[in-house]
């Protein structure tokens, strides 16, 4: 769904800017890209934009390497938040992460190995680590200078490229079963629900003081795709 509504007319002017700017392949180059990345939205003059949406991930978690993990979930998406919100007028950050993020984690996680010699891939999503470095991204969050921010934390994804055709075949027979923070989500309805969520919150009035942080997980979030189709 394609946003019209003025709030979210300049939003595709930050999705152009952040294609035209090189991903960084190493945390080393994370504050270049910053720097890049406030530079393209200062050519493409968004000064009229009051929210950002950012759905980044590796993708394919139980695949990539803990650094990996962490540029593409974590340092990315948070330099390029930092660098909207010093170049424009952004009041809401709508964030993508998933089901148990915790920066709290971080304590539990296992030695390197541990979980592979079990036949377990330490980055896998659900993980200790994998859910350690979403919360930290919601937490860097947080930080930024906006009136709210809201955290999407859905389960196994529906639509997605990265989600196995049998597991999607199956999803909606076990939704019933699982509790309501396992749940799937189509991708299509998580995404209207991710503007339509924002809309009200820029309507809500400006308030001083912290940030307003809404975590959308589990009956919360369910009850978000209600009317949908």
């Known amino acids: 769904m394609v946003p019209k509504s003025p709030p979210f007319s300049p939003l595709f002017t930050l999705l152009i800017a952040q294609c035209i700017v090189d991903m960084p392949q190493t945390s080393a180059g ?4 910053q720097k ?11 000064s009229k934009q009051q929210a950002v949406f950012i759905a980044m991930g590796v993708g394919a978690p139980s695949k990539s390497s803990s650094d990996q993990l ?3 979930d974590v340092l990315i998406p948070s330099a390029f938040a930092t660098a909207v ?19 709290a984690s971080d ?23 994998y859910n350690f470095q979403k919360g930290r991204v919601e937490r860097n969050m947080t930080s930024l200078p906006v009136s709210s921010c809201a955290f999407f934390r859905p389960g196994a994804l529906v639509g997605s490229p990265n989600t196995p055709g049998w597991l999607e075949a199956i999803l909606p027979t076990l939704d019933w079963i699982l509790p309501a923070k ?13 503007v339509e969520h924002a809309e009200k919150e820029l309507e809500e009035e400006d308030e001083e003081g912290a940030t307003r942080t809404v975590v959308l997980e589990g009956a919360r979030l369910q009850e978000c795709y209600e009317g949908m189709v």
């Open 107 to 129: 304590a539990k996680l296992p030695e390197p190995g541990f979980l592979n010699t079990l036949g377990m891939p330490t980055t896998g999503a659900g993980g200790p680590l």
């Open 70 to 72: 962490e540029l593409v």
């Open 85 to 103: 919100c010093a170049t424009a007028t952004v009041k809401h950050i709508s964030l993508l992460t998933a089901v148990n993020a915790n920066a």
């Open 182 to 194: 396992f749940a799937s989500s189509d991708v299509r309805k998580l995404g209207r629900a991710m």
């Open 30 to 33: 994370i504050d270049d890209f």
């Open 36 to 46: 890049a990345t406030a530079a393209a939205l200062a050519v493409h003059k968004t």
